[in-house]
């Protein structure tokens, strides 16, 4: 009698469970309870992106024949608003450790990290926000928006040791005058696109993402562009950039740098022209054997001509560098690069190039070709 009558209890439950079920809602599916689940934890959002060189190269290097595939970077940058209008960035760097116990592995640095905010506008300022970390210095990080060829190479002034393009510290930016139209940025630049101009200013421990500070000097770094004519000739601006500091040493000799630098940006044309004059080096490498820092002058041309109706682009560059007559040693490099770019996404390219450097005795000290995929999403 137990049995019968627990039996009916268990039936009777299991059809009342049956009919409240029965009145419930389907369940979200899987991908809106992920956006749900996402928009609680994460309000925000998280940017995730990256940018890959991928390079074969061959040649001659100060005498001795080479021949490589390597990965010349990689970067995953991932970026996080924590608050509206503060914000975050972590980028690890991969690179082939060349020397060392693990030259040869494949090694992973940060070159970004760091947190920033986003301030009012203000005045003739726009957009200006601040980062405080291991963070862009204001050059090279500006050049290489205009210079989009980083893939074939170190730009100007990094690929003769004068300085890098990360640093710990801090640095205040902004654009002048509002921003340019939106058929500018869409077209030919979306890159600091202030009306009039833009600037950034910080301050660093000198020695660039990959060395230890080795002493207590810090370097005032800055770079102010002006574009005079946004209405009539919009791609023209010019910028100076500078640096006053000490070198990164323990027993710290003088950095300084100066560099004008001029710019035309174009639908199907771009140019610079850089002027560089400076004592010393980030490193404090560049000193004679009294250990005074040299004082060094160069420039470099740029072009790239991006030929209509196909993604295709020329490039050519040639830079000089030296050091000041006084020194007596008329140490000279000229550099030649010229390729073919295809373009196969905005930020991405296959690039083919050759490129060659000599000495002031005419001694070739680099002649190669190199086949160059930048790879960005």
Request: charged residues 25%.
């Amino acid at each position: 009698m137990r049995i019968r009558l627990f039996s009916c209890l268990i039936m009777l439950c299991a059809s009342q469970i049956t009919l409240n079920a029965s009145a419930l809602p389907d369940p979200p599916d899987k991908d809106s309870l992920r956006m749900i689940i996402q928009e609680f934890l994460d309000p925000y959002g998280v940017e995730v992106s990256g940018h890959f060189f991928i390079a074969f190269e061959m040649g001659d290097d100060n005498g001795e024949a080479f021949s490589d595939f390597f990965i010349n970077r990689g970067y995953i940058n991932v970026k996080k608003e924590f608050l509206p209008g503060v914000f975050g960035r972590i980028t690890p760097d991969i690179s082939v450790d060349r020397e060392g116990d693990g030259e040869g592995d494949l090694e992973m640095r940060l070159k970004y990290c760091y947190v920033g905010a986003d301030l009012p506008d203000w005045s003739i300022f726009t957009q200006p926000s601040v980062e405080f970390g291991l963070v862009e210095r204001p050059w090279l990080g500006f050049e290489q928006k205009v210079n989009t060829y980083r893939v074939q190479g170190y730009m100007f002034l990094e690929s003769n040791g004068i300085l890098n393009s990360s640093d710990f510290g801090a640095c205040v930016m902004t654009l002048f005058g509002g921003e340019m139209p939106q058929s500018y940025t869409h077209e030919v630049n979306s890159n600091w696109p202030g009306r009039y101009g833009s600037l950034a200013v910080g301050i660093f421990n000198g020695g660039g993402y990959h060395a230890i500070e080795q002493n207590i000097n810090k370097t005032l770094e800055t770079r102010a562009s002006l574009r005079p004519l946004p209405g009539l000739i919009p791609g023209l601006q010019f910028t100076y950039a500078g640096v006053i500091g000490k070198g990164n040493r323990s027993a710290p000799v003088d950095w300084n740098m100066h560099v004008g630098f001029i710019s035309f940006e174009h639908r199907y044309l771009v140019f610079t022209g850089t002027y560089f004059s400076g004592t010393g080096d980030f490193k404090g490498s560049a000193v004679d054997e009294q250990g005074i820092p040299i004082d060094q002058e160069g420039f470099s041309v740029f072009t790239e001509l991006r030929l209509p109706k196909v993604p295709l682009s020329l490039i050519a560059r040639f830079d000089r560098m030296r050091d000041m007559p006084e020194f007596g040693r008329k140490k000279r490099t000229d550099r030649i690069i010229a390729g073919l770019a295809y373009r196969y996404a905005k930020k991405s390219k296959v690039l083919i190039d050759y490129e060659t450097a000599k000495d002031q005795n005419g001694t070739i000290l680099l002649d190669a070709a190199k086949f160059s995929v930048e790879y960005a999403f």
